[in-house]
């Protein structure tokens, strides 16, 4: 079972539109989780960084972390096309324990 | 402030050819990692240091050296390069100071073909 699930998409909305990102995780000692996005040709960029359970809000991007079911989300709100790309989400056991989903590639339409 | 950069961009290698992937941060990490992305399948552990001398294998370190002298430098080396290590491949750094080893800043890539 790998550390980390996350479906690939592509994920295609049109501008405005709520977005709901999720991946599931198999290691309930994972305490920090984190959402990245990486454009085309480009390097991963932090986006959110949570501790255990809970939401985070910054602003359009909402982060939710639910440990009693292993699942992690990232909503984007009023989504728009410069949010287009593939969004990564990762868990941290420690400082050389880092596992990332596979990536979900988000579209956002004018 | 450059951040984490890395060179080549884009390189083509022949099999059983070598070469460095170079990387340097200048945000004073002690931390450094190197990954590769393979398409669909996320980002791999290759290898990993904690200050200038110390590194450590990842999940995926055959194949590969590194080697860390300095704090802002942390090369990748392919010795025999195979077509299985066709990939991107990332370089990151992040401070200890930071609960839990901190978030991760990567640099830009660079693109193998193994030819």
């Known amino acids: 079972q790998k550390e980390v699930e996350q479906d690939p998409g592509p994920l295609s909305v049109p501008e405005g539109a709520i977005v709901s990102l999720n991946c599931t995780y198999s290691?309930?000692?994972?305490?920090?989780f984190m959402w990245y996005r990486q454009y085309s040709r480009k390097g991963p960029e932090l986006l959110m960084y949570?501790?255990?359970?809970g939401n985070k809000e910054d602003g359009r991007f909402t982060a939710q972390v639910d440990k009693s079911s292993k699942y992690i989300s990232l909503f984007i709100r009023d989504s728009q096309p410069s949010d287009s790309a593939t969004y990564l989400c990762?868990?941290?056991?420690?400082?050389?324990?880092?596992?990332f989903g596979s990536g979900t590639k988000l579209n956002v339409k004018p | 402030n450059a951040g984490v950069t890395q060179t080549p961009k884009f390189r083509i290698l022949k099999i059983g050819q070598s070469m460095t992937l170079q990387c340097t941060q200048d945000?004073?990490?002690?931390?450094m990692y190197w990954y590769r992305q393979d398409p669909g399948m996320g980002l791999k552990l290759i290898y990993y240091?904690?200050?200038?001398?110390?590194?450590d294998k990842g999940e995926v370190p055959n194949g590969y050296n590194v080697s860390r002298s300095t704090t802002e430098d942390f090369p990748l080396r392919l010795e025999l390069a195979a077509p299985s290590q066709t990939s991107v491949y990332f370089c990151?750094?992040?401070?200890?100071?930071?609960?839990?080893?901190?978030?991760?800043?990567f640099g830009p890539g660079t693109r193998l073909l193994v030819l």
């Open positions: 290691n309930s000692a994972f305490q920090y």
């Open positions: 990762a868990t941290q056991y420690n400082f050389n324990k880092f596992y």
């Open positions: 949570t501790y255990s359970s």
């Open positions: 990151a750094s992040s401070s200890s100071r930071e609960v839990g080893g901190g978030t991760q800043y």
């Open positions: 240091s904690v200050g200038a001398g110390i590194t």
């Open positions: 945000m004073n990490h002690n931390y």
